[in-house]
Nanobody, 119 residues
Framework: QVQLVESGGGLVQSGGSLRLSCTAS????????MAWYRQAPGKQRELVAK???????NYADSVKGRFTISRDNAKNAVFLQMNSLKPDDTAVYYC?????????????WGQGTQVTISS
């Protein structure tokens, strides 16, 4: 059974920092593109950052220069360092693992962790 478990969310003031972690079990994340998404109340889920198996990264324009995604394949974990947080970053953050292999899509999600930024 595949599980992605996020942690590290919480309530911080504007300008503060948080570090989210996502630990996987049941899969070897070294073979997956790992990503963080977020969903704010009343809004669609959006991609925040992703990191390929070769550690190439992409970020949403809204978080470039403030957030950093990283992975530790030995720990089967992916991280999101969030700095200079703004109230607009308030959302539930979800970890995602995705892979296309032998003509099949593999797509797994965590349960989410709440991030709340106060102004």
């Amino acid at each position: 059974q595949v599980q992605l478990v996020e942690s590290g969310g919480g309530l911080v003031q504007s300008g503060g920092s948080l570090r989210l972690s996502c630990t996987a079990s049941g899969i070897d994340i070294s073979m997956y593109v790992m990503a963080w998404y977020r969903q704010a109340p009343g809004k669609q889920r959006e991609l925040v950052a992703k990191i390929t198996s070769r550690s190439n990264t992409n970020y949403a324009d809204s978080v470039k220069g403030r957030f950093t995604i990283s992975r530790d394949n030995a720990k089967n974990a992916v991280f999101l360092q969030m700095n200079s947080l703004k109230p607009d970053d308030t959302a539930v953050y979800y970890c995602n693992a995705a892979r296309f292999y032998l003509s099949r899509n593999y797509d797994y999600w965590g349960q989410g962790t709440q991030v709340t930024i106060s102004s």
